[in-house]
């Protein structure tokens, strides 16, 4: 099967895979959220962790990564297909009006990734002095919660609906914006060790001279076999993997032309662990 068709297919077995998540278990992302502020909540209280749900969600979500990869970023995560859709809009506008949006420097996009930690260690130092509830209102995930679960946020949620809009208008300006910057999540999972034969690596002795066709493609924008292994930023979207003209890049799992087999796979495992968990409509 050719390049092309290949790519094809993969987007749109992305994308389906994505609506699937969107509808079937759109609160995923909130509840481990949840989990994580219930970690430090309980911490403060000098209280001991429970079994609740929220931290069976983190769990479940953080131990998937940590055999899989960024999978749940790259698939199942209702706020990062609200990215995707957001991106793809401005991607069409911008081919129908043939004007691109600046990119951000990629020294600055460097220096940015770190805001995540920032935002992960607010949320911490706000749910440890006891005051994150204070801030209800303010928290763009809170009314992310809320429109998730087909609820209206109120009028005492007017911060978090603006903060929301400016980073959906980010989304709109970079692909994964949130993922990259912000998402306190995105945080975690880049810290978290994950099983070596399933990053990605490139084999740079044959690549093609000047060539750097994986990196534009890729949606968080990583130096494949620099970054990408190390780093835990990856989220598993193949795009490298079927933009190489020379096949170079793989991860250890080896499967080629299968890959479409072993997405669809993963899905349905982590849609089974999101059923066994609650997580599912
Ligand atoms: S980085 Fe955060 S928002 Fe992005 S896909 Fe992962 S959990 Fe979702
Ligand atoms: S394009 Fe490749 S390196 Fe970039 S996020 Fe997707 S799988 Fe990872
Ligand atoms: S797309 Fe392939 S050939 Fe080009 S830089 Fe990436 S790995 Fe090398």
Same mark, same amino acid.
Request: aromatic share 12%.
């Given at each position: 099967?050719?390049?092309?068709?290949?790519?094809?297919?993969?987007?749109?077995?992305?994308?389906?895979?994505?609506?699937?998540?969107?509808?079937?278990?759109?609160?995923?992302?909130?509840?481990?959220?949840?989990?994580?502020?219930?970690?430090?909540?309980?911490?403060?209280?000098?209280?001991?962790?429970?079994?609740?749900?929220?931290?069976?969600?983190?769990?479940?979500?953080?131990?998937?990564?940590?055999?899989?990869?960024?999978?749940?970023?790259?698939?199942?995560?209702?706020?990062?297909?609200?990215?995707?859709?957001?991106?793809?809009?401005?991607?069409?506008?911008?081919?129908?009006?043939?004007?691109?949006?600046?990119? !951000?420097?990629?020294?600055?996009?460097?220096?940015?990734?770190?805001?995540?930690?920032?935002?992960?260690?607010?949320?911490?130092?706000?749910? =440890?002095?006891?005051?994150?509830?204070?801030?209800?209102?303010?928290?763009?995930?809170?009314?992310?919660?809320?429109?998730?679960?087909?609820?209206?946020?109120?009028?005492?949620?007017?911060?978090?609906?603006?903060?929301? =809009?400016?980073?959906?208008?980010?989304?709109?300006?970079?692909?994964?914006?949130?993922?990259?910057?912000?998402?306190?999540?995105?945080?975690?999972?880049?810290?978290?060790?994950?099983?070596?034969?399933?990053?990605?690596?490139?084999?740079?002795?044959?690549?093609?001279?000047?060539?750097?066709?994986?990196?534009?493609?890729?949606?968080?924008?990583?130096?494949?076999?620099?970054?990408?292994?190390?780093?835990?930023?990856? !989220?598993?979207?193949?795009?490298?993997?079927?933009?190489?003209?020379?096949?170079?890049?793989?991860?250890?799992?080896?499967?080629?032309?299968?890959?479409?087999?072993?997405?669809?796979?993963?899905?349905?495992?982590?849609?089974?662990?999101?059923?066994?968990?609650?997580?599912?409509?």
């Amino acid at each position: 099967m050719d390049r092309k068709k290949r790519q094809k297919i993969q987007k749109g077995v992305r994308i389906t895979i994505q609506l699937v998540f969107l509808l079937l278990a759109p609160a995923v992302f909130t509840s481990a959220f949840a989990g994580v502020k219930y970690i430090f909540t309980q911490f403060a209280a000098s209280q001991m962790l429970e079994w609740s749900s929220f931290f069976k969600a983190l769990l479940g979500i953080c131990l998937f990564t940590m055999v899989f990869g960024r999978f749940f970023c790259g698939y199942a995560c209702a706020f990062g297909t609200l990215g995707d859709l957001l991106y793809m809009f401005s991607t069409f506008i911008q081919k129908k009006t043939k004007k691109k949006l600046p990119k !951000i420097p990629e020294r600055i996009s460097y220096y940015a990734r770190k805001v995540k930690y920032l935002v992960l260690a607010g949320v911490a130092v706000a749910c =440890l002095l006891g005051v994150y509830d204070k801030f209800r209102g303010s928290s763009p995930w809170d009314v992310f919660s809320r429109l998730t679960s087909l609820q209206l946020p109120g009028r005492d949620y007017f911060v978090g609906i603006i903060i929301l =809009l400016i980073i959906m208008v980010g989304m709109i300006w970079e692909e994964r914006f949130f993922c990259k910057y912000l998402c306190p999540m995105g945080a975690i999972f880049s810290l978290l060790p994950i099983l070596s034969a399933v990053l990605y690596r490139r084999e740079r002795q044959s690549c093609i001279n000047g060539c750097s066709a994986c990196k534009r493609q890729c949606p968080v924008s990583l130096n494949i076999d620099g970054d990408t292994k190390d780093s835990g930023e990856c !989220i598993q979207c193949n795009q490298c993997l079927i933009t190489c003209p020379k096949d170079n890049i793989h991860t250890g799992i080896k499967v080629r032309g299968n890959e479409v087999w072993l997405i669809v796979g993963k899905a349905l495992l982590l849609l089974l662990v999101c059923f066994l968990l609650q997580l599912t409509r």
